[in-house]
């Protein structure tokens, strides 16, 4: 009988204790969300052009490899969604872009790269997954920022410093460029690396069925005033 009246006593004082902690809004908290990473800071001078999205793409070719590589394929990831300027008076340039507005494996772009197969919708989407989730972690990294100057006296080289995965490497980048005094037309290709920036390329099988780690990037930037 003891032990019974001891039990509801305990039964009632925790329930008298939720009762008044609700009453008095003092509730365990619920997990606290985490703000989203702030996009890079572009600062262009008022002499500057500003890039135009839909007029510009930058290109990454990703190619597959290790001795199973015939059954993979080979991947173009696209962005038009640039946002930037160069500013010719002061020989540099600044652009981002968001790595979840990256499109995958355009039917059109993989024809340009001489691609000659088009992957299924479900590979399509595991490719997205497996980039942006695994390989890229775009949730914590979801910027790249790339910030250029041209070498000293050329005007066909640049010197670019590129910020992915929360890395910054620097490349020299051969460039096309055209101005004519409203607009400005700026091309150019490059190869760089994923462990460049700290990413181990994905890889299944023991790294039998992988993608390699060079990326092949080409721009074309049209920006106006």
């Not at 800071?41 to 500057?48: D, K, M, P």
């Not at 135009?52 to 930058?58: I, R």
């Not at 980039?131 to 920022?145: D, N």
């Not at 607009?183 to 150019?188: F, H, Q, R, T």
Request: proline letters at 5%; hydrophobic letters at 45%.
């Amino acid at each position: 009988m003891h032990k019974k009246i001891c039990k509801w006593t305990f039964r009632s004082v925790c329930l008298a204790a939720l009762l008044a902690s609700s009453a008095c809004g003092t509730q365990p908290p619920g997990p606290t969300a985490v703000p989203a990473p702030a996009a890079p800071v572009l600062q262009a001078s008022q002499s500057a052009h500003r890039i135009v999205a839909g007029d510009s793409l930058v290109t990454i070719t990703v190619r597959r490899g290790g001795p199973l590589a015939r059954m993979g394929h080979d991947h173009v990831v696209a962005t038009r969604q640039l946002d930037g300027f160069i500013d010719l008076e002061q020989g540099r340039t600044e652009l981002r872009f968001r790595l979840d507005q990256l499109t995958v494996d355009e039917a059109a772009l993989r024809e340009e790269a001489g691609l000659e197969t088009q992957p299924s919708v479900d590979a399509i989407d595991g490719t997205r997954r497996n980039m942006f989730s695994k390989v890229l972690q775009a949730q914590a990294y979801p910027w790249v920022l790339v910030q250029a100057a041209f070498e000293p006296g050329r005007k066909d080289m640049l010197r670019a410093a590129i910020t992915l995965h929360g890395v910054t490497h620097e490349y020299q980048v051969p460039l096309q460029l055209r101005a004519d005094g409203a607009s400005v037309l700026a091309s150019g290709a490059f190869v760089a690396r994923q462990t460049d920036f700290g990413i181990t390329p994905f890889a299944v099988f023991g790294g039998a069925l992988a993608v390699k780690d060079e990326l092949e990037l080409r721009f074309a930037i049209s920006a106006r005033r």
